[in-house]
């Protein structure tokens, strides 16, 4: 009986290796299959779903092709990964290949992109200096990927997004070696490399570029011009210029086609506004960029996409046009109007106005050292290039100097009872302190702008106007208020873009304490801090 009992399990574990060899033989051919076929086919997505249900062997399978290192191979490895039933045991198997130093460069680098394309998970920053040979590991993907995504502008993306993160002395490297390689392959990637705040990297890019010489790399360093600081920038102008005296002729940049549009935020009172760019972009797309401007740091968010037709775009309409939302859907992504914390209505604007905007921000954002988000250094050559006839624009702002300088019978401070000014008040620990003190009085608190109470609270708006308003906030406020009254007058409002105009320049001319305008600011911020402390006072009584 021992001997059958032990003869049942030999054929009971051959017969479990023989299923589990099968079931590995399985996955082999499915992913061979998926390999082979065409990504965007019915075969496809139905060998895809099948995939989900083999369980490890698949996994497996995957983990065994991660040196395969060309970008259309592990695009399918992660969409294997995708679909994959245990993300958590997939993260896992791919972040310990991931970190093995003893595994090849190119088997580490398969599961990093596989992990941030299909799991999101972002490998850490100094990553690629962990590689053995980190440049040649990132340069041959970088070419690979150009050379497999020609005709794909945005799958290319996810692979240059990889590139912005990483330390100095690597782009270096990968500059010195794109160098070697002058054709128009890597354009994209040095026009990229450009946007690092680094001088001398820039000024690498820009002979990188003339050294390639046709016409899409002197087509890059024109955009190049619009958009980097003014060392860099003006090294591109004297590099054009010697490319023309020397017979190159480098076409201009085109005027604003039909299908370019911007839409526009009014300021908040916090200096920031939401900018929404739609240009033509590649293979008969359009592109589509929001971007959150600050007056203090320039581009500080981004956001966008190119799609064959994006959904939900307003109908066209005359410049001026206020649009209360604004909703997109750009391919698989949908955006709305919340980036950044920025709401009101939208106003249509000249789209070389808003490209002379997003040049100001820019240059913000170089002289700041605020990073530029990486969906504008991917998308902004898209909509650089109808920036042709760019200074023009500022022509239709010649009525705001007449209109700033005429008498009017209105007081500036009733520019802050426009719904579009609700956000401007002035707010800190000053303001803060003095609504305390006015919470405690016998009269009690007043309740809104006009209240007669207000007589008595004189003196402390005085206070707080005259030490909180210095130079550097009253010439913050103005240049706020100029930027308000170019708003309001393509809008049409032209009383109201006087009255801004207006404000603008008596702000810099007046006392703060003795300034209309400042008081009302300063009242309303006091306001907005006494509410603060009655829904404070109410939370603890509920409690």
Same mark, same amino acid.
Request: negative net charge; proline residues 7%.
């Given at each position: 009986?021992?001997?059958?009992?032990?003869?049942?399990?030999?054929?009971?574990?051959?017969?479990?290796?023989?299923?589990?060899?099968? $079931?590995?033989?399985?996955?082999?051919?499915?992913?061979?299959?998926?390999?082979?076929?065409?990504?965007?086919?019915?075969?496809?997505? =139905?060998?895809?779903?099948?995939?989900?249900?083999?369980?490890?062997?698949?996994?497996?399978?995957?983990?065994?092709? +991660?040196?395969?290192?060309?970008?259309?191979? !592990?695009?399918?490895?992660?969409?294997?990964?995708?679909?994959?039933?245990?993300?958590?045991?997939?993260?896992?198997?791919?972040?310990?290949?991931?970190?093995?130093?003893?595994?090849? /460069?190119?088997?580490?680098?398969?599961?990093?992109?596989?992990?941030?394309?299909?799991?999101?998970?972002? %490998? %850490?920053?100094?990553?690629?200096?962990?590689?053995?040979?980190?440049?040649?590991?990132?340069?041959?993907?970088?070419?690979?990927?150009?050379?497999?995504?020609?005709?794909? %502008?945005?799958?290319?993306?996810?692979?240059?997004?990889?590139?912005?993160?990483?330390?100095?002395?690597?782009?270096?490297?990968?500059?010195?070696?794109?160098?070697?390689?002058?054709?128009?392959?890597?354009?994209?990637?040095?026009?990229?490399?450009?946007?690092?705040?680094?001088?001398?990297?820039?000024?690498?890019?820009?002979?990188?570029?003339?050294?390639?010489?046709?016409?899409?790399?002197?087509?890059?360093?024109?955009?190049?011009?619009?958009?980097?600081?003014?060392?860099?920038?003006?090294?591109?102008?004297?590099?054009?210029?010697?490319?023309?005296?020397?017979?190159?002729?480098?076409?201009?940049?085109?005027?604003?086609?039909? /299908?370019?549009?911007?839409?526009?935020?009014?300021?908040?009172?916090?200096?920031?506004?939401?900018?929404? #760019?739609?240009?033509?972009?590649?293979?008969?797309?359009?592109? *589509?960029?929001?971007?959150? #401007?600050?007056? #203090?740091?320039?581009?500080?968010?981004?956001?966008?996409?190119?799609?064959? /037709?994006?959904?939900?775009?307003?109908?066209?309409?005359?410049?001026?046009?206020?649009?209360?939302?604004?909703?997109?859907?750009?391919?698989?992504?949908?955006?709305?109007?919340?980036?950044?914390?920025?709401?009101?209505?939208?106003?249509?604007?000249?789209?070389?106005?808003?490209?002379?905007?997003?040049?100001?921000?820019?240059?913000?954002?170089?002289?700041?050292?605020?990073?530029?988000?990486? $969906?504008?250094? +991917?998308?902004?050559?898209?909509?650089?290039?109808?920036?042709?006839?760019?200074?023009?624009? =500022?022509?239709?702002?010649?009525? !705001?100097?007449?209109?700033?300088?005429?008498?009017?019978?209105?007081?500036?401070?009733?520019?802050?009872?426009?719904?579009?000014?609700?956000?401007?008040?002035?707010?800190? %620990?000053?303001?803060?302190?003095?609504?305390?003190?006015?919470?405690?009085?016998?009269?009690?608190?007043?309740?809104?702008?006009?209240?007669?109470?207000?007589?008595? #609270?004189?003196?402390? *708006?005085?206070?707080?106007?005259?030490?909180?308003?210095?130079?550097?906030?009253?010439?913050?406020?103005?240049?706020?208020?100029?930027?308000?009254?170019?708003?309001? !007058?393509?809008?049409?409002?032209?009383?109201?873009?006087?009255?801004?105009?207006?404000?603008?320049?008596?702000? !810099?001319?007046?006392?703060?304490?003795?300034?209309?305008?400042?008081?009302?600011?300063? =009242?309303?911020?006091?306001?907005?801090?006494?509410?603060?402390?009655?829904?404070?006072?109410?939370?603890?009584?509920?409690?």
């Amino acid at each position: 009986m021992p001997r059958d009992s032990d003869s049942d399990t030999d054929i009971s574990s051959r017969s479990g290796k023989v299923i589990v060899l099968r $079931e590995h033989q399985t996955a082999e051919r499915v992913l061979d299959d998926l390999l082979s076929l065409d990504p965007t086919s019915i075969d496809f997505d =139905q060998l895809l779903a099948r995939s989900a249900l083999l369980g490890s062997p698949i996994l497996a399978a995957v983990v065994r092709r +991660l040196d395969a290192f060309h970008p259309g191979s !592990l695009d399918v490895l992660g969409r294997v990964i995708a679909v994959y039933p245990d993300s958590r045991e997939a993260a896992h198997t791919l972040r310990r290949i991931a970190n093995d130093r003893r595994n090849t /460069d190119r088997r580490r680098m398969g599961a990093v992109m596989i992990l941030e394309q299909a799991l999101g998970v972002q %490998p %850490p920053d100094d990553f690629l200096s962990t590689l053995r040979e980190p440049v040649h590991s990132a340069t041959g993907l970088l070419m690979g990927a150009i050379d497999s995504n020609a005709d794909n %502008p945005a799958a290319l993306h996810d692979y240059l997004r990889a590139l912005v993160f990483q330390p100095l002395d690597l782009l270096y490297s990968v500059l010195n070696l794109l160098s070697q390689t002058p054709d128009d392959r890597t354009v994209d990637v040095l026009r990229l490399l450009a946007f690092q705040p680094d001088p001398d990297l820039q000024l690498g890019v820009i002979d990188a570029l003339s050294n390639i010489g046709t016409p899409l790399a002197m087509r890059a360093l024109s955009l190049l011009e619009l958009t980097l600081p003014d060392e860099p920038a003006r090294a591109v102008g004297r590099t054009l210029q010697k490319l023309r005296l020397s017979g190159v002729e480098i076409e201009p940049l085109q005027r604003p086609a039909p /299908d370019c549009r911007a839409w526009l935020s009014a300021l908040d009172g916090r200096g920031d506004r939401l900018l929404w #760019l739609v240009a033509p972009g590649p293979n008969s797309e359009r592109a *589509l960029l929001g971007l959150l #401007l600050n007056d #203090l740091s320039g581009v500080v968010d981004a956001l966008g996409n190119t799609a064959a /037709d994006p959904a939900g775009l307003p109908r066209r309409v005359p410049v001026g046009t206020l649009h209360d939302v604004l909703t997109f859907a750009v391919g698989a992504h949908s955006f709305d109007t919340t980036l950044g914390e920025t709401s009101s209505a939208y106003l249509e604007v000249p789209f070389n106005y808003a490209l002379n905007l997003l040049r100001s921000a820019v240059a913000l954002n170089w002289t700041t050292g605020t990073p530029l988000p990486v $969906e504008y250094q +991917l998308l902004n050559k898209i909509f650089w290039e109808y920036a042709g006839g760019i200074d023009e624009s =500022q022509t239709i702002f010649a009525p !705001l100097d007449e209109l700033a300088a005429q008498p009017s019978g209105e007081s500036e401070s009733d520019l802050l009872f426009d719904p579009i000014f609700d956000s401007w008040y002035l707010d800190g %620990p000053a303001v803060e302190a003095v609504a305390r003190e006015i919470a405690t009085l016998d009269s009690g608190p007043p309740d809104e702008v006009n209240d007669e109470s207000w007589r008595v #609270l004189l003196p402390a *708006l005085i206070r707080l106007a005259h030490d909180e308003f210095g130079p550097i906030l009253r010439s913050r406020y103005a240049a706020r208020l100029w930027c308000m009254a170019e708003w309001l !007058l393509i809008a049409g409002n032209t009383s109201g873009a006087a009255l801004s105009a207006q404000s603008s320049r008596t702000l !810099l001319k007046s006392p703060p304490e003795a300034n209309l305008f400042v008081l009302r600011i300063v =009242q309303k911020g006091i306001l907005v801090a006494l509410a603060g402390i009655g829904d404070h006072r109410h939370d603890i009584k509920s409690h």
